[in-house]
């Protein structure tokens, strides 16, 4: 009996191995399969794109003023520092820097960096950039314009030495580095359409033709851990923005990016994913605090609560524009967690002013104070030539009258709305700001901003974010001043124009662009 269980136990375990050898042969097939499949299917893709520039000017990226090319060649032309999605400084061609003094920095450059066309990268094609900046016109002049001496300390150590103390002049290193080998024999400034300059970026420039240029990967590029899925860049040129728009309207391009906010009405709506971002243009209203009534917070909270920001884009600008609450929230990492629109409320506004001995009498609010009684009346400046920005100050008008506020617009020239702002001689201004990527806020909080604003807590915070590198004090402080700005109001953010990124539905991988790079993600897309 004992033999024979024994016996049973033998056969099935050799039949459940047998099984088991079985299932682990079609398991490893099933695996070789699917291996094969990923194979066939990697060696399948199309690793070409094609971009597009219409009303190529040059191909030198500091003297075009065009922004496909600015855009493109940032493939082809490394910076100083970079900057990620959300706009935190990243180290490109500078591997470290450090703020020796308030008007001294000290660049440390990576060792292992060549130009595309083989000479290795030193502090000399550094020196070489900036000087030319300075000399000519170029959309990157401002980022160096105080910048006062650029001293080579080795090969691969610069100290730039600036005017005057320039809060995050990090952000300011952005600007593409050229070669000086190359452009000591070429002439700089003269338009070269044909030639195929040198970069140290992920693709370099193998072919300049009439009708497009031809970029492959850079096999000297430094960034040896990144692996680019693209092979090559064919850069279609165009005489026309209206020639791009119907190439891409067609398939011919994978990606365009632009401001136009009637974009739609040019490439339709169908083929494509479309990205609407935040962008630069950022429109405002600054308060003079130095003004009877704008000088009481309760005024300029009750404007604030005043205000339907939705009701301005909806109405006036047709939902092309996002509203903003900080000037910081085109996406920066910097910027507070508020809602754009949470100041909206109407009831706060008539109690904040009625809690501060406000009484609202024959149709308007008024304020006794030393015996004297003041109706609430206040100015709104703005551009006579800007039609869209008269037509938001007549949208503001009628909403802060329906609450009580009695307002004048004042339309000005451009000359005497640029005096009136330069002098505080206005109530209030409708205002527009091209933001830069840089977190200084000195244009808002800084000595003589144009708010006359003034705040012993704000001044502490500026003077601490200017001075430090730490990460999560520098958000704690900014959360913070996005908190008081909200508050106190001495300025209320109004709304962003939009920034579009347009890309073939046949385009494959992350897309996560903003207005200073569209090619985040580029090495893993594919076709």
């Avoid at 917070?297 to 939902?319: H, P």
């Amino acid at each position: 009996m004992k033999s024979n269980w024994i016996k049973y136990v033998f056969i099935i375990f050799i039949i459940a191995m047998l099984l088991f050898a079985i299932f682990k042969m079609r398991k490893d097939e099933e695996v070789k399969q699917q291996e094969l499949e990923h194979i066939s299917k990697q060696e399948e893709k199309n690793t070409e794109l094609t971009l597009g520039i219409a009303e190529l000017d040059t191909i030198n990226p500091i003297l075009s003023n065009n922004k496909n090319v600015q855009d493109i060649s940032k493939l082809i032309y490394d910076p100083l520092i970079t900057l990620t999605s959300d706009y935190k400084v990243e180290p490109c061609l500078a591997k470290e820097w450090a703020k020796q003094s308030d008007n001294s920095y000290l660049i440390k450059l990576r060792e292992n960096v060549k130009w595309s066309d083989g000479p290795r990268f030193t502090a000399e094609d550094v020196r070489f950039t900036i000087d030319r900046l300075k000399e000519v016109s170029s959309i990157y002049s401002y980022n160096v314009q105080n910048v006062v001496g650029v001293d080579i300390v080795d090969d691969y150590t610069v100290k730039i030495k600036l005017d005057r103390e320039i809060p995050f002049f990090e952000y300011q290193l952005t600007f593409p580095i050229l070669s000086k080998d190359y452009y000591e024999v070429e002439n700089f400034e003269t338009t070269e359409k044909n030639k195929a300059p040198v970069g140290t970026g992920k693709y370099k420039i193998t072919d300049v033709q009439p009708s497009g240029i031809i970029l492959e990967k850079n096999s000297t590029w430094w960034n040896k851990e990144e692996k680019l899925t693209i092979e090559k860049i064919t850069v279609n040129l165009y005489s026309s923005i209206g020639e791009l728009y119907n190439s891409f309207k067609i398939g011919n391009i994978d990606l365009i990016a632009t401001t136009n906010d009637n974009l739609q009405e040019y490439i339709g709506t169908i083929g494509y994913s479309l990205k609407e971002i935040k962008g630069r243009e950022h429109t405002f209203l600054s308060f003079n605090t130095s003004n009877y009534f704008l000088a009481k917070q309760e005024v300029r909270k009750a404007i604030a609560y005043s205000i339907d920001k939705e009701n301005i884009v909806s109405n006036i600008l047709n939902n092309k524009c996002f509203t903003s609450h900080f000037p910081l929230d085109y996406g920066s990492w910097l910027a507070g967690e508020q809602g754009s629109s949470s100041g909206y409320n109407l009831e706060q506004a008539k109690q904040i002013l009625i809690d501060n001995g406000w009484s609202y009498r024959s149709g308007t609010w008024q304020k006794t104070e030393n015996y004297k009684t003041q109706r609430l009346i206040l100015n709104i400046l703005v551009k006579s030539s800007d039609s869209t920005k008269v037509a938001v100050a007549e949208n503001i008008k009628q909403q802060l009258e329906a609450q009580g506020m009695a307002i004048n617009i004042v339309q000005a020239s451009d000359e005497q709305y640029r005096n009136s702002i330069n002098n505080k001689n206005y109530d209030i201004a409708l205002c527009s700001i091209t933001l830069s990527p840089s977190p200084n806020l000195n244009t808002f909080f800084g000595d003589g901003n144009m708010a006359n604003y003034t705040n012993e807590e704000i001044q502490s915070i500026m003077n601490e974010v200017k001075n430090t590198t730490d990460e999560q004090i520098l958000k704690e402080k900014y959360t913070r001043l996005a908190e008081i700005y909200k508050t106190d109001n001495p300025y209320i953010s109004l709304y962003n124009n939009k920034y579009n990124v347009a890309y073939s539905s046949g385009l494959v991988g992350e897309f996560t662009p903003n207005w200073f790079y569209q090619f985040y993600g580029i090495s893993e897309w594919y076709k």
